[in-house]
């Protein structure tokens, strides 16, 4: 059954330094998102790509947070510096890509749960 | 902003009852409306989505949706301890081709009790 990738799954880190995730969407899925969810939340979109280009960002914090999908496959959201208030899970979804209202179904990789110290 | 509501629970029901999870919406343009289920310290699972009035049953679940009331339900029967889980509700942007962007509320708990 076709999955989204994502390393590392685990990742501690301490304030200030440099962080990257890495998700390898659904074979086919033209659509990539990164999701952030806070403890006790739900994800909040940070980044959305169609292919290789960015769709919608208007959440991610560009003073720290940079996102990549250079051959419009897998991708690499970056975080630099790191915050303490950057603890959470990052999520990254694929979806195929739809123009109906009802389509564009999104499935979720495993994770990358990030420790800021 | 647009909001998706969920009573954040804990929802208990005794094992073989039926868990019934609500979800409202502001958004009065949004077309589809999607449940996913997320065990503790994982990612989330889709369960099912709905995009017409009425129900959708798939399996043990079903999914209401009215949006003149802008509500969402999801009904889960014969629980089971292994549905204890949060179940999150998420609302697709009702702009046309708009993304496919999801609002997801803050989910419910659900536990089952033997």
Known sequence: ?117 | QKEVEQNSGPLSVPEGAIASLNCTYSDQGSQSFFWYRQYSGKSPELIMFIYSNGDKEDGRFTAQLNKASQYVSLLIRDSQPSDSATYLCAVKDGVTGGGNKLTFGTGTQLKVEL
Do not use: N
């Not at chain 1, 659904?26 to 990164?34: C, E, F, N, P, V």
């Not at chain 1, 940070?46 to 947070?65: A, G, I, M, N, Y």
């Not at chain 1, 970056?78 to 899970?89: F, H």
């Open chain 1, 1 to 117: 059954e076709a999955e989204v990738a994502q390393s590392p799954r685990y990742k501690i880190t301490e304030k200030s330094q440099a962080v990257a995730f890495w998700c390898d969407p659904i074979s086919g899925h033209a659509t990539l998102y990164w999701y952030r969810q806070i403890l006790g939340q739900g994800p909040e979109l940070l980044v959305q790509f169609q292919d290789e280009s960015v769709v919608d960002d208007s959440q991610l914090p560009k003073d720290r947070f940079s996102a990549e999908r250079l051959k419009g496959v897998d991708s690499t959201l970056k975080i630099q510096p790191a915050e303490l208030g950057d603890s959470a899970m990052y999520l990254c979804a694929s979806s195929l890509q739809s123009g109906t209202s009802w389509g564009g179904t999104q499935y979720f990789g495993p994770g990358t749960r990030l420790l800021v110290l």
